[in-house]
C-alpha cells in the first residue's frame, strides 16, 4: 500500500492563498483516490475533498466549494489542494487519505480509511 507526507502549510493572512501536497511512496498510486480531511483544534477530523484515480471527478465540501480545488498529477504521485480566499476558520491540520474506493470518501466512511499522511498545519490569521 502507499505512504503519504503532506506538505505545504503555514502561516497566512486572511484572503490569501496556500497549495498543499501529499506524495506517496510505494504502492499503486494510480488505483487509489485520494482525499483531503482537517482538523481544526478541539474538533472532529473532516472531510474537505476527493479525486477520484484519474483525476477527472472531484467532490469537495460545501464550505470550501468555489474556494479550493483538488488535482493530481499520477506520474509524480502527488495530489495537491488549492487553497484561495483562505479564513481564519480553515486554520487546521490537514490530511490526505487513499483509499481504493471513491464513494467511501463521498459517504464520509473516516474508519473505513486505514492509509492517511502525517498533516500539515495550515494556519489563517492576520
Known amino acids: 500500500q502507499v505512504q503519504l507526507v503532506e506538505s505545504g502549510g503555514g502561516l497566512v493572512q486572511p484572503g490569501e492563498s496556500l497549495k498543499l501536497s501529499c506524495v506517496a511512496s510505494g504502492g499503486t498510486f494510480i488505483s487509489y483516490s485520494m482525499g483531503w480531511f482537517r482538523q481544526a483544534p478541539g474538533k472532529e477530523r473532516e472531510f474537505v475533498g476527493v479525486?477520484?484515480?484519474?483525476?477527472?471527478?472531484?467532490y469537495l465540501e460545501d464550505s470550501v466549494k468555489g474556494r479550493f480545488t483538488i488535482s493530481r498529477d499520477n506520474a509524480k504521485r502527488t495530489v495537491y489542494l488549492q487553497m484561495n480566499s483562505l479564513k481564519p476558520e480553515d486554520t487546521a491540520v490537514y490530511y490526505c487519505?487513499?483509499?481504493?474506493?471513491?464513494?467511501?470518501?463521498?459517504?464520509?466512511?473516516?474508519?473505513?480509511?486505514?492509509?492517511w499522511g502525517q498533516g500539515t498545519l495550515v494556519t489563517v490569521s492576520s
Open positions: 487519505a487513499a483509499h481504493h474506493d471513491y464513494f467511501t470518501f463521498i459517504r464520509r466512511w473516516i474508519t473505513h480509511l486505514e492509509i
Open positions: 479525486i477520484n484515480w484519474g483525476g477527472d471527478s472531484t
